[in-house]
């Protein structure tokens, strides 16, 4: 079963930094892109980024670029995103998502539970 | 305001059918797949359509997906009052290089 656990949001001030953790387990991790999408209170989904499967290319929304950072260890099995100099407006729920590997258009297949990300003072 | 358009809200009777439109343009619903995602109140979302057209193993044949040019759409027949969420249509923007979503489609079962 596909399992994937965000861990690391909680409350920051403006202009601090959070880095976010994703834990995939029951699948190949190392063969999957993945992805961060996020949600603010009462509002849609919004693409933040994106990472293919060997780390060596990502994809940011103009929103974020420049300020937050997508990694990933295949070794364990783990996604991060660095997320510095946040704003009120970034604000959300985070999640965590697989990129199906059978279409050539970025498809999120399985989701994570989420993790809220307050920016406030 | 999202890169893709969608009406806010919908309904529709128990057993009937409803249609969700998602309108785009050409370098994102034009030449890019489209995917459709339900979600919940409180809940993350979940994968319904992807490629246009094709369900994820798990997906009742009762939600099925369409394209045409810069629209898509997203039907559901035999409505239940379980199907009451909100449902998003997203695809790559390639002009943009970025992951686009619509604003979403609250779906209420009368």
């Known amino acids: 079963e596909v399992q994937l656990l965000e861990s690391g949001g909680g409350l920051v001030q403006p202009g601090g930094s959070l880095r976010l953790s994703c834990a995939a387990s029951g699948f190949t991790f190392s063969i999957y892109a993945m992805s961060w999408v996020r949600q603010a209170p009462g509002k849609g989904l919004e693409w933040v980024s994106s990472i293919n499967a060997g780390g060596d290319s990502t994809y940011y929304a103009h929103s974020v670029r420049g300020r937050f950072t997508i990694s990933r260890d295949n070794s364990k099995n783990m996604l991060k995103l660095q997320m510095n100099s946040l704003r009120a407006d970034d604000t959300a729920v985070y999640y965590c998502?697989?990129?199906?590997?059978?279409?050539?258009?970025?498809?999120?297949?399985?989701w994570g539970q989420g993790a809220l990300v307050t920016v406030s003072s | 305001q999202s890169v893709l358009t969608q009406a806010p809200s919908v309904s529709a009777a128990p057993g009937q059918k409803v249609t969700i439109f998602c309108s785009g343009s050409?370098?994102?619903?034009?030449?890019?797949?489209i995917a459709w995602y339900q979600q919940f109140p409180g809940a993350a979302p979940k994968l319904l359509i992807y490629g246009d057209n094709k369900r994820p193993s798990g997906i009742p044949d009762r939600f099925s997906g369409s394209k045409s040019g810069t629209s898509a759409t997203l039907g559901i027949t035999g409505l239940q009052t379980g199907d009451e969420a909100d449902y998003y249509c997203?695809?790559?923007?390639?002009?943009?290089?970025?992951?686009?979503f619509g604003g979403g489609t609250k779906l209420t079962v009368l």
């Open positions: 050409a370098s994102n619903i034009g030449n890019n797949y």
């Open positions: 997203g695809t790559w923007d390639s002009s943009l290089s970025a992951g686009v």
């Open positions: 998502a697989q990129i199906r590997d059978d279409t050539p258009t970025p498809t999120f297949d399985y």
